[in-house]
């Protein structure tokens, strides 16, 4: 199986500032067939299922706002949260689907207010 | 509205068959572009892809390696619901159980149930 890694394990930052959470996986992700990085990335609050944010790497779902973005290519992801609002208190997971047809996510990244 | 409502007991036997049903509203769980999903949660494992059913013409299953002996994961037109079954459960299947639904080219859970609690104990 494809492992995620995910940096770092927790992180706190301050109301209005930037998080970022990076996730790496243990062989690429992406399909050379159309040039698409199959990640996306979750927020979990606590008693609730996995929230999907952004699918196919930085494409963000219907109603997530702008200020959560995702970048990366091959094996190297980035979730960035601009302007950090307490709403946003969470853990975020990576995750990917590649040719052996078996979804793996990373262990979760907790994101605090400092 | 999409929605996934799950059903089923909470607790299960050690050795004993672990049961539940992800009933389908808002999609159909026939939908040649959905797949159906289980997916489970614990401190020990993190969240963990088990399987899912998917119709594309004929009904197909995949399941993860880890589970691949003991799981089942099997539709039911007739009510638009789909279901888990997971044999021989030890201590080490105790986890919240999820179903979710993944449409193709979006890669990734877009929908998901509202999580059941599943301990494995005598």
């Known amino acids: 199986d494809i492992v995620m890694t995910q940096s770092p394990d927790s992180l706190a930052v301050s109301l209005g500032e930037r998080a970022t959470i990076n996730c790496k996986s243990s062989?690429?992700?992406?399909?050379?067939?159309?040039?698409?990085?199959?990640l996306a990335w979750y927020q979990q609050k606590p008693g609730q299922p996995p929230k999907l944010l952004i699918h196919?790497?930085?494409v963000r779902e219907f109603g997530v706002p702008d200020r959560f973005s995702g970048s990366g290519s091959g094996t190297d992801f980035t979730l960035t949260i601009s302007n950090l609002q307490a709403d946003d208190v969470a853990v975020y997971y990576c995750?990917?689907?590649?040719?052996?047809?078996?979804?793996?996510f990373g262990q979760g990244t907790k994101v605090e207010i400092k | 509205q999409v929605q996934l409502q799950q059903s089923g007991p909470g607790l299960v036997k050690p050795s004993q068959t672990l049961s539940l049903t992800c009933g389908i509203s808002g999609d159909s769980v026939s939908n040649n572009r959905a797949n159906w999903n289980w997916i489970r949660q614990s401190p020990s494992r993190g969240l963990e892809w088990l399987g899912r059913?998917?119709?594309?013409?004929?009904?197909?299953?995949d399941y993860a390696v880890s589970v691949k002996s003991r799981i089942s994961v099997t539709p039911d037109t007739s009510k638009n619901q789909f279901f888990l079954q997971l044999k021989s459960v030890t201590a080490d299947d105790t986890a919240v159980y999820y179903c979710?639904?993944?449409?193709?080219?979006?890669?990734?859970?877009?929908?998901w149930g509202q999580g059941t609690m599943v301990t494995v104990s005598s």
């Open positions: 995750q990917q689907y590649y040719n052996t047809q078996t979804w793996t």
């Open positions: 062989q690429s992700v992406l399909y050379n067939s159309n040039n698409e990085n199959f």
């Open positions: 059913t998917s119709y594309r013409s004929r009904w197909r299953n």
């Open positions: 196919l790497t930085s």
């Open positions: 979710a639904r993944e449409i193709v080219g979006i890669a990734g859970f877009d929908i």
